[in-house]
Antibody, heavy 118, light 109 residues
Framework: QVRLQESGPGLVKPSETLSLSCTVSDYSINVGPFWGWIRQSPGKGLDWIGTISQSGTTYYSPSLRSRVTISVDSSRNQFSLKLTSVSAADTAVYFC???????????WGQGTLVTVSS | QSALTQPRSVSGSPGQSVTISCTGSSSDVGGYDHVAWYQQHPDKAPKLVIYDVTKRPSGVPDRFSGSKSGNTASLTISGLHPEDEADYHCASFAGGYVIFGGGTELTVL
């Protein structure tokens, strides 16, 4: 069983950087194969942000690529998301996931709501 | 990239079957056998119910099945149970990234 838990600020000001971490439990992050982030704006559908492979290769949504960075900290069994220059449109519940390939997310964190507001 | 197209809502009575469609293009659904379906109950994280078009994760009832024809994938739920009432999201690999559908609300009457 793989457990994932998101953490980070629930409120971010416009134009600033959103930073979230995901702690993986009961499973080594080095096994992978991929770790990723998906978000869901209130009342809307799911929006894929990106993934990182166990070797550190990243894959990002074309619409967010210029603002997104996903990285892994193996020593803490965590991976993280940074999204720069946020606006109200980035307000969403952010989920961290394990991706088994082909974009398939088989384990999900519970999600954390991030609101962008001044 | 455009979102995959799903019906906004479908409904069925307990015991009946329902099918939810997910239409994309040759660049995503039609081009790869990496289509997944997720079930999401209110205020919960999504749960994987179908992946790679037709595969079922361990623990998912065999009432859930997936298929694909051309650029359209489908999720069929046979013998509806009340607990199947949820939102269903399709997702497709698109060559280096993933596209989701807008989600379909399933009501069990």
């Amino acid at each position: 069983q793989v457990r994932l838990q998101e953490s980070g600020p629930g409120l971010v000001k416009p134009s600033e950087t959103l930073s979230l971490s995901c702690t993986v439990s009961d499973y080594s992050i080095n096994v992978g194969p991929f770790w990723g982030w998906i978000r869901q704006s209130p009342g809307k559908g799911l929006d894929w942000i990106g993934t990182i492979s166990q070797s550190g290769t990243t894959y990002y949504s074309p619409s967010l690529r210029s603002r997104v960075t996903i990285s892994v900290d193996s020593s803490r069994n965590q991976f993280s998301l940074k999204l720069t220059s946020v606006s109200a449109a980035d307000t969403a519940v952010y989920f961290c996931v394990r991706d088994i390939g082909g974009g398939t997310a088989d384990y999900w964190g519970q999600g954390t709501l991030v609101t962008v507001s001044s | 990239q455009s979102a995959l197209t799903q019906p906004r809502s479908v409904s069925g009575s307990p015991g009946q079957s329902v099918t939810i469609s997910c239409t994309g293009s040759s660049s995503d659904v039609g081009g790869y056998d990496h289509v997944a379906w997720y079930q999401q109950h209110p205020d919960k994280a999504p749960k994987l119910v179908i992946y790679d078009v037709t595969k079922r994760p361990s623990g998912v009832p065999d009432r859930f099945s997936g298929s694909k024809s051309g650029n359209t994938a489908s999720l069929t739920i046979s013998g509806l149970h009340p607990e199947d009432e949820a939102d269903y999201h399709c997702a497709s690999f698109a060559g280096g990234y993933v596209i989701f559908g807008g989600g379909t609300e399933l009501t069990v009457l």
